[in-house]
Nanobody, 116 residues
Framework: QVQLLESGGGLVQTGGSLRLSCAAS????????IGWFRQAPVKKREFVAA????????YYADSVKGRFTISRDNAKNTVYLQMNSLKPEDTAVYYC?????????WGQGIQVTVSS
């Protein structure tokens, strides 16, 4: 089992940047693929980005491609989401997700608000 804790959210102006962190407990962190998802008010949770266990492969939603970068540091049990050129439509609660086989674990989420 793994526990996830997001940090780094907050309020930023349009065009600004934030870096989210997802810190994980457990000795098997490197066994999990990690993803970021987000959920805006009255909308469904949507995929944002994901990184493979080794960090060699990354995946992005079209809406964030070229603006967001996901990375991981397995020595620190942490995954990062660098968000640049933020837009008001990026406003949402951002969740970290760990996946291993059929097992899924979620963080509690962190608010990101982009003002226009």
């Amino acid at each position: 089992q793994v526990q996830l804790l997001e940090s780094g959210g907050g309020l930023v102006q349009t065009g600004g940047s934030l870096r989210l962190s997802c810190a994980a407990s457990g000795r098997t962190f490197s066994s999990y693929a990690i993803g970021w998802f987000r959920q805006a008010p009255v909308k469904k949770r949507e995929f944002v980005a994901a990184v493979s266990r080794s960090g060699d492969s990354t995946y992005y939603a079209d809406s964030v491609k070229g603006r967001f970068t996901i990375s991981r540091d397995n020595a620190k049990n942490t995954v990062y989401l660098q968000m640049n050129s933020l837009k008001p439509e990026d406003t949402a609660v951002y969740y970290c997700n760990a996946k291993l086989g059929l097992s899924r674990y979620w963080g509690q989420g962190i608010q990101v608000t982009v003002s226009s």
